[in-house]
């Protein structure tokens, strides 16, 4: 937990940081715009095997 909030003194750590959280809410917002990660996508593909 020390190393964790002496990491996120340094501007640079949470820079990094906050570039990876963006990229990954990309990510995610891709994902869901394409549907491949809803619950009923995955039912239907089920049901449809």
């Not at 937990?1 to 990491?7: D, K, L, N, S, Y």
């Not at 959280?21 to 593909?45: G, M």
């Amino acid at each position: 937990m020390i190393t964790i909030v002496c990491c996120l003194t340094f501007p640079s750590m949470r820079i990094t940081l906050a570039a990876l959280l963006e990229a990954t809410s990309d990510y995610l917002y891709d994902s869901v715009k394409r549907e491949n990660t809803f619950i009923p996508y995955w039912l239907k593909q089920v049901s449809n095997d």
